[in-house]
Every structure is written in structure tokens, then in C-alpha cells.
């Protein structure tokens, strides 16, 4: 381990208090993880159901936009139809299948996907294609929602999805209203035709609405007549919405300043290297902390102390398998090593833009991801407003965490739990940052002990984000 007296004068002693990991005590046990628990864990599902065309998808987004929130998903029961054989294919084509019945969904993949959603996990959403009568080979994703709305035709009809949902709606309209939506969706946006739209109401849709829709009307919170025109439910469910994620806010609030206050005497753990300060590493952070250094500088001295960080890291987190070459001196052999597999980065914006210099420096070729944390002014919790990362993230060999500055930890726990919800082992993740508060690291490290960290100084807790500024500009 490298020396942790990161701004010690030469001669002073070095720190060696740490804690050393399952792996380096060479146990077979995993190391104890510190409970935390993501914004988006325990995610508020709401349930809307009503008959065909009543208007629960208007509903839904009328509900969206009182919100005013980025983190609300509409899911549709539609996406969950069950697979057809041939012979309901050709059913369906010839308007003689009934999908207005219970059996016609696949609820044990609806439960499945919601459970996922609840706990926080990624979960891969069906297409299911109406001019096709039949799944699509494709998905789409839900990943960290903190409200999700449930909408469908049978939306509080199964027990296991009632138990999930923290409220219920549904939604009431006129028949002869609910026929004349109906048809025009099927025409324009289905591939129907009105002959059989009509077919289908009368033969199905009518008598399967009295049969299983309009009993959910007995376990709903909340009966929405009208529609997007009925206000004053819109706004009861919104300011319903809103005190639920307060709740939630203030918990994950408290859970994170109990991390730290636990954190606050631990010793660094083994799994944090921090930069050996050489006269070279001095120097260059002696021109970085000097307000005066034109910017120009600025970007040129943090770039190559970023390539020296990026190094470290991938020297702690890579994978490599023995490999021979042969040499240009005929006869002669090299006993090297290739890397076991690809590695990637993932630059939490927009800081860790400033270290993708030094990383395509050292990796030319990496692929790199996205994350958008920020923190809310008024609550001081990390959100998560976007992310883009390789789809097989969870095949690779290491993957970079960039960020140049850390202090309460916050975000850091954030990006590690969304590459840990997409399947990247714990031990083959590296953060890679420039300086960070020593509270912040031990929050980090003891909710996720077999991370890497590689760090160039250690910092006073909840220090001004700064390094950015500098060298973007602005």
C-alpha cells in the first residue's frame, strides 16, 4: 500500500492504520457491508385501472405534470400480454381472441418486473406489438424511479400487485365515451379496423368490463370520474405523491449522516491508495493550488497528474492472463501478460470530465459511460438525473469511477450502487478521484469494502467543489 501522508512534509510519519480486506487477510468470507439504501429503493408504484378508453393513459400523464418530478414512469399493463400460439394468432388477427380477460396477461412476469422496480433493481420491460399480435425481440429499461405509475385495464385485479401499490385509482367514464376512444386508438395507432374495433367491444370488451374491471372500483383509494378534467383529484394524488417522497427524502437524509457518523474515527481502509507524494507529485499540486496559474497551466499540470491517477487505478483494478510474444531478436521469447477482458470507464458529470484526458491517455481506446448526479440545494441529497453505460458493463474487466473532487460521499455511493444494479462486481470497481474528505471515503468504503479508491489527497470533509471550475472555465 502506498503512503497515506498525502500533504505531510518529507519526514513526517506516514499513516499505516487500515483495514485490511477479506482479500488481503487471504479469508474466503466476504467482507461486512454497511446497510444503504438508494433514493430510488422502495419505489412509490401507483395503480390506475378503469375500462378500455377511459382514459387512464391521459390520467397518467395529467398526474405527470402536476408532479413536475424527472423521476415518474408510466408502465402499461399492454407491454405484459402474454405470448400467442399460431392458433390465437390467428385468432387475434380475425378479432375472435380475447384480450379483455385476466388470462390474457402474464402476470407472474408483471409481478416479477415490479418487485425488481420496488427493491431498486434494473428491470427489462417487454414490447409487445398490437399490428403483430406478438412480443417483440426487443426490451425497454426502468431503472431508478422514484414513482411508477401502473396503468391498465387490470391494474388492481391481482393480489401480489395490490400488496406493491401505495395507492390505487381508477378511473370512470361514460361507455359510449369509452367506445369512441377505443375506436379511434385501434384505428390509428393499432391497425384496426372499425368492423372489427366494434367486434371486439361487444363480444369482449363490455361483458369482461363487468365481469373483472369494474369490481377493482372496491379496492381503489381514489375514483376519478372525468378524467383529465377532474382537477381536484389530480391534484390530491400529486400532493399525496409529493409528502411520500419528502418521507423518503428525510430517510435517506439521516441514513446518509448516520454512515458518517459512524465513519468519522475509522481508519482508512487497505483498499484506498493514496498517491505516494514524491517531490514530482508535490510540485505539480503546489502549481494546482495556486490561484494565480493561468488556466492554460492549470489544464496541463491536472492532466498529467490525471494520467498518473488513471495509472494507479488501473494497475489496482485490471485483470491480466499470462501471455507470450515473440521478440524482434529471432529465437527469443517474452513471458508478459494480456489483459483478461475489456475495461471501460464511467465519468460522473461534470467533473470527471476533467480526468478523461489523462484516461484516454492511458487507454486510448476505453470505452466510456455517463452519470448526471447532482445535489439538491434545499436537502443537500445526491439525485440521479442520468446515465448512459455500455450495455455489457457487467462483462468487463475493471471499470473507472471518475470524479476529481468527493467530500460527504454522497454521490460516489450513488454511481457505485447504479453499476452494482448493473451487474459489475464490486471487487472490479475503481474510484478514481483527486482529492477527497476522509469522512466521505470511510462512507464509501464501509457500505462497499471490496471497491478500489485511488486518491491523490486527502481533504477537509465537505471542502468546495472547485477543480471543475478550473478547468472548464466556468
Not at 416479477?112 to 420496488?118: A, F, M, N, S, V
Not at 401480489?160 to 369509452?178: H, N, P, Q, S
Request: with cysteine; proline share 5%.
Amino acid at each position: 500500500m502506498t503512503s497515506l501522508a498525502s500533504d505531510s512534509p518529507p519526514g513526517s510519519p506516514t499513516r499505516t492504520d487500515s483495514i485490511p480486506t477479506a482479500a488481503a487477510l487471504g479469508l474466503g468470507h466476504r467482507v461486512a457491508h454497511a446497510h444503504y439504501s438508494p433514493p430510488w429503493a422502495n419505489t412509490s408504484i401507483i395503480g390506475i385501472a378503469g375500462s378500455s378508453g377511459s382514459g387512464k393513459t391521459s390520467l397518467s400523464h395529467a398526474i405527470i405534470r402536476e408532479l413536475n418530478l424527472p423521476w415518474v414512469v408510466i408502465l402499461s399493463m399492454d407491454s405484459f400480454y402474454k405470448p400467442l400460439t399460431p392458433e390465437q394468432s390467428a385468432s387475434a388477427f380475425n378479432n375472435e381472441y380475447d384480450f379483455d380477460s385476466p388470462e390474457a396477461i402474464d402476470f407472474e412476469c408483471l409481478v416479477e418486473r415490479l418487485r425488481g422496480i420496488k427493491t431498486g433493481a434494473k428491470s427489462d420491460i417487454p414490447v409487445y406489438s398490437f399490428e403483430k399480435h406478438a412480443r417483440s425481440d426487443k426490451t425497454t429499461t426502468i431503472y431508478s424511479p422514484h414513482v411508477l405509475i401502473l396503468e391498465g385495464i387490470f391494474a388492481l385485479h391481482d393480489e401480489r400487485v395490490l400488496d406493491m401499490l401505495d395507492m390505487k385509482i381508477f378511473a370512470e367514464a361514460d361507455a359510449d365515451l369509452c367506445l369512441s376512444r377505443r375506436l379511434l386508438r385501434d384505428v390509428r395507432e393499432r391497425g384496426r379496423d372499425i368492423e372489427g374495433c366494434i367486434k371486439q367491444w361487444f363480444a369482449f370488451v363490455k361483458p369482461n368490463f363487468h365481469k373483472f374491471v369494474e369490481p377493482q372500483r372496491v379496492v381503489a383509494d381514489i375514483i376519478v370520474p372525468r378524467g383529465i378534467e377532474n382537477k381536484v383529484a389530480i391534484s390530491m394524488v400529486s400532493d399525496r405523491i409529493h409528502k411520500t417522497l419528502q418521507q423518503k427524502s428525510r430517510l435517506h437524509q439521516l441514513e446518509l449522516r448516520r454512515l458518517g457518523k459512524v465513519s468519522e474515527d475509522a481508519p482508512l481502509s487497505s483498499n484506498v491508495r493514496v498517491l505516494q507524494h514524491t517531490n514530482q507529485i508535490r510540485g505539480i499540486n503546489t502549481l494546482l493550488m495556486d490561484p494565480k496559474l493561468d488556466r492554460e497551466d492549470f489544464i496541463f499540470y491536472f492532466d498529467r497528474l490525471a494520467a498518473t491517477l488513471v495509472e494507479k487505478g488501473t494497475d489496482a483494478g485490471l485483470r491480466y492472463q499470462p501471455a507470450i510474444v515473440e521478440t524482434p531478436v529471432p529465437g527469443q521469447k517474452y513471458h508478459g501478460l494480456h489483459l483478461d477482458g475489456e475495461p471501460s470507464a464511467v465519468v460522473i458529470l461534470r467533473g470527471g470530465s476533467c480526468l478523461e484526458t489523462g484516461l484516454k491517455r492511458v487507454i486510448p481506446d476505453c470505452r466510456t459511460g455517463r452519470m448526471l448526479i447532482q445535489t439538491n440545494f434545499r436537502t443537500g441529497e445526491p439525485e440521479l438525473h442520468f446515465y448512459s453505460i455500455a450495455p455489457d458493463i457487467s462483462k468487463h474487466n475493471c471499470v473507472l469511477l471518475l470524479d476529481p473532487q468527493m467530500s460527504s460521499g454522497g454521490a460516489a455511493l450513488m454511481a457505485v450502487r447504479v453499476l452494482l444494479d448493473h451487474g459489475v462486481q464490486e471487487d472490479r470497481i475503481v474510484f478514481v478521484t483527486y482529492m477527497a474528505g476522509k469522512i466521505g471515503l470511510n462512507r464509501l468504503m464501509s457500505v462497499y469494502p471490496e471497491i478500489k479508491v485511488v486518491v491523490c489527497r486527502i481533504i477537509e470533509d465537505h471542502e468546495l467543489r472547485w477543480v471543475e471550475t478550473r478547468y472548464l472555465g466556468c
